[in-house]
């Protein structure tokens, strides 16, 4: 049985070669979020804002739900991927992280197709449920504070349509998931949803080793 190949920096530089593709806008927008504190640690990998512009267009989506806009990079990648009527509403903590995407939404033209929701992340999803109904969203992506990934993800799935994708970032968390003695509260809410996905009989589910571990999950 074939193994899983480790990730040196030849073969990482190797991939990032024939596969990913750039633009300016994309890298001007990632070197400005890694100027920022925590910027390089909070930002999603280049590659990873790929696939999630991959994943938009493979479900079809008109509809996505970002937990977690940070600078709104992930936000800038998934809205390109979205056909002209189609909505991305992103929510946020605060205002001062996605204000530094803003500008480079409005410069793709993409940013009539974001609704960015600033507040609680669970006060706002229990707003969409209320405000759009249950499974009015084709993906929703969670990216947001670890501690309560359990919370957004059970919300998600009442929001997700049946046969919609739940991507959920930082599922291997540093590494932190697997060190017994990490047990702060961050590492503890993201192994909680790792051992609560695995046995989840409502969704389909695949944990992908890439970047710092992204998880797919469709809903049954």
Same mark, same amino acid.
């Given at each position: 049985?074939?193994?899983?190949?480790?990730?040196?920096?030849?073969?990482?530089?190797?991939?990032?070669?024939?596969?990913?593709?750039?633009?300016?806008?994309?890298?001007?927008?990632?070197?400005?979020?890694?100027?920022?504190?925590?910027?390089?640690?909070?930002?999603?990998?280049?590659?990873?804002?790929?696939?999630?512009?991959?994943?938009?267009?493979?479900?079809?989506?008109?509809?996505?739900?970002?937990?977690?806009?940070?600078?709104?990079?992930?936000?800038?990648?998934?809205?390109?991927?979205?056909?002209?009527?189609?909505?991305?509403?992103?929510?946020?903590?605060?205002?001062?992280?996605?204000?530094?995407?803003?500008?480079?939404?409005?410069?793709?033209?993409?940013?009539?197709?974001?609704?960015?929701?600033?507040?609680?992340?669970?006060?706002?999803?229990?707003?969409?449920?209320?405000?759009?109904?249950?499974?009015?969203?084709?993906? /929703?992506?969670?990216?947001?504070?670890?501690?309560?990934?359990?919370?957004?993800?059970?919300?998600?799935?009442?929001?997700?349509?049946?046969?919609?994708?739940? /991507?959920?970032?930082?599922?291997?968390?540093?590494?932190?998931?697997?060190?017994?003695?990490?047990?702060?509260?961050?590492?503890?809410?993201?192994?909680?949803?790792?051992?609560?996905?695995?046995?989840?009989?409502?969704?389909?589910?695949?944990?992908?080793?890439?970047?710092?571990?992204?998880?797919?999950?469709?809903?049954?």
């Amino acid at each position: 049985m074939a193994h899983q190949t480790a990730v040196t920096p030849d073969l990482l530089a190797y991939v990032r070669d024939v596969s990913f593709r750039d633009d300016d806008l994309l890298r001007e927008l990632r070197e400005a979020t890694a100027d920022l504190p925590g910027g390089s640690a909070m930002q999603v990998m280049a590659e990873e804002g790929q696939l999630l512009a991959l994943l938009v267009g493979v479900t079809g989506a008109r509809a996505v739900l970002e937990i977690g806009t940070f600078t709104g990079y992930s936000t800038l990648c998934m809205a390109r991927a979205l056909p002209a009527d189609g909505v991305l509403v992103s929510c946020d903590i605060e205002e001062r992280w996605p204000s530094v995407g803003a500008d480079f939404w409005k410069r793709d033209g993409v940013d009539g197709r974001i609704d960015l929701r600033i507040g609680d992340a669970a006060g706002t999803l229990d707003a969409l449920l209320a405000e759009r109904g249950p499974e009015s969203f084709d993906l /929703v992506f969670i990216d947001a504070d670890k501690a309560n990934y359990v919370r957004y993800y059970e919300s998600s799935l009442e929001l997700v349509r049946t046969g919609g994708l739940i /991507v959920v970032d930082n599922t291997l968390f540093f590494g932190r998931v697997a060190d017994p003695a990490a047990v702060d509260p961050d590492t503890e809410g993201v192994r909680a949803l790792n051992r609560l996905l695995c046995r989840d009989p409502r969704v389909e589910l695949s944990m992908l080793v890439m970047a710092d571990g992204i998880t797919l999950a469709r809903k049954r």
